[in-house]
């Protein structure tokens, strides 16, 4: 399930990178082969909506625009080249800033040395989105509503 939403947003945000209508990226998504709840979909829009507008007025908002982004020797030996070649795919895409990076980094260095899994990853790049240290504003998708379905 974890990884299914990670794929969601992941979705979502290469098609808005790419600049595909909201049409194309919702027949990308259902194309997978895993059937997604419109209401994923929808809550993942206001995720990356609330995210990128989170990273726009944050105090430490910077211009991207050329940058790059390398692991050194170091954090690549902590991640392995596959997970930091995921989180540098996210990065790519605009899911992760160079912020975002640091504090998975942050979080992985306190995982014993080579127990690190994808849905790890998965879960701290979830807890990204769902600012689990934040208090969150009323009216947000992070909340549940009546009409929400929970297996």
Avoid at 10 to 30: D, L, M
Avoid at 62 to 69: A, I, K, T
Wanted: aromatic fraction near 10%; hydrophobic fraction near 40%; charge should be negative.
């Amino acid at each position: 399930m974890i990884t299914d939403l990670v794929k969601v947003l992941e979705i979502i945000a290469n098609g808005i990178h790419r600049k595909h209508t909201p049409e194309e990226i919702f027949h990308q998504i259902s194309s997978e082969k895993h059937t997604v709840d419109s209401n994923v979909i929808a809550a993942a829009y206001s995720w990356i909506y609330e995210k990128l507008l989170k990273d726009f007025t944050s105090n430490c908002s910077y211009n991207r625009s050329g940058s790059l982004r390398f692991f050194s020797s170091e954090e690549t030996n902590l991640l392995g080249m596959v997970n930091a070649n995921y989180l540098l795919h996210f990065y790519n895409i605009g899911l992760l800033n160079e912020k975002d990076l640091d504090k998975i980094i942050e979080q992985i260095s306190r995982f014993p040395h080579g127990t690190v899994s994808l849905n790890d990853f998965n879960v701290l790049i979830l807890a990204l989105f769902l600012d689990v240290d934040k208090i969150t504003p009323a009216g947000s998708r992070k909340m549940l509503y009546s009409s929400d379905k929970i297996n």
